[in-house]
């Protein structure tokens, strides 16, 4: 099955500063990569996702990137303030099944 | 547009015990999802159905753990009898799941048990 590895598990920036987390998937017939931000205690929800048709997808501060032949994709979040401060998921999945999940980076920004 | 809605919010039950969750998906949702969260993982699924069939529950310990979606909209998640490790945030979510395409996967709020 998929297999999706995630780093850092944690990062540390000051506000302000890019913040960049990686992800490499295994399934090369993955076709959708979405990344989830979860706070603490609530539920993960979608900030971005990105399909392999697609090499980079911008929305406001936040942006991914996905390169298909290495298998990998990345979060870049500029600008970075407090609120932005969560746990971070990235997942893969493909047509008809159910995403799966990296074990997430937790995300500190401080002012 | 209302959420996926799940209940209860939490349990804390003793390990033998059962236990039962409850999920409503966002309506119109043909495809839900359950998964387990341990405290500091990411989600892993445990079962998927399409309507009210399954789709994958190769993750799903079958020796305790079953899933049900009748009529192909609520869905219940059971566990009996629950394990220590059993303890985890278990998250419920839907997506409209159109054929041929992916679509986003929407979850609820999640149950949290504490088996002790």
Same mark, same amino acid.
């Given at each position: 099955?998929?297999?999706?590895?995630?780093?850092?598990?944690?990062?540390?920036?000051?506000?302000?500063?890019?913040?960049?987390?990686?992800?490499?998937?295994?399934?090369?017939?993955?076709?959708?990569?979405?990344?989830?931000?979860?706070?603490?205690?609530?539920?993960?929800?979608?900030?971005?996702?990105?399909?392999?048709?697609?090499?980079?997808?911008?929305?406001?501060?936040?942006?991914?990137?996905?390169?298909?032949?290495?298998?990998?994709?990345?979060?870049?979040?500029?600008?970075?303030?407090?609120?932005?401060?969560?746990?971070?998921?990235?997942?893969?999945?493909?047509?008809?099944?159910?995403?799966?999940?990296?074990?997430?980076?937790?995300?500190?920004?401080?002012? | 547009?209302?959420?996926?809605?799940?209940?209860?919010?939490?349990?804390?039950?003793?390990?033998?015990?059962?236990?039962?969750?409850?999920?409503?998906?966002?309506?119109?949702?043909?495809?839900?999802?359950?998964?387990?969260?341990?405290?500091?993982?990411?989600?892993?699924?445990?079962?998927?159905?399409?309507?009210?069939?399954?789709?994958? $529950? %190769?993750?799903?310990?079958?020796?305790?753990? #079953?899933?049900? &979606?009748?009529?192909? =909209?609520?869905?219940?998640?059971?566990? !009996?009898?629950?394990?220590?490790? $059993? %303890?985890?945030?278990?998250?419920?979510?839907? #997506?409209?799941? &159109?054929?041929?395409? =992916?679509?986003?996967?929407?979850?609820? !709020?999640?149950?949290?048990?504490?088996?002790?």
């Amino acid at each position: 099955g998929e297999n999706v590895e995630q780093h850092p598990s944690t990062l540390s920036v000051q506000e302000g500063d890019s913040a960049v987390i990686k992800c490499t998937y295994s399934d090369s017939a993955s076709n959708y990569f979405p990344w989830y931000k979860q706070e603490l205690g609530k539920r993960p929800q979608l900030i971005i996702d990105i399909r392999s048709n697609v090499g980079e997808k911008k929305d406001q501060r936040i942006a991914v990137t996905l390169n298909k032949t290495a298998k990998h994709f990345s979060l870049h979040i500029t600008e970075t303030q407090p609120e932005d401060s969560a746990v971070y998921f990235c997942a893969a999945s493909m047509t008809g099944y159910a995403l799966n999940f990296g074990k997430g980076t937790s995300l500190l920004v401080t002012p | 547009e209302a959420g996926v809605a799940q209940s209860p919010r939490y349990k804390i039950i003793e390990k033998r015990q059962s236990v039962a969750f409850w999920c409503n998906p966002i309506s119109g949702h043909a495809t839900l999802y359950w998964y387990q969260q341990i405290l500091g993982q990411g989600p892993k699924l445990l079962i998927q159905f399409q309507n009210n069939g399954v789709v994958d $529950d %190769s993750q799903l310990p079958k020796d305790r753990f #079953s899933a049900e &979606r009748l009529k192909g =909209v609520d869905s219940t998640l059971k566990i !009996q009898p629950a394990k220590l490790e $059993d %303890s985890a945030v278990y998250l419920c979510a839907s #997506s409209l799941g &159109r054929t041929g395409r =992916v679509t986003e996967a929407f979850f609820g !709020q999640g149950t949290r048990l504490t088996v002790v």
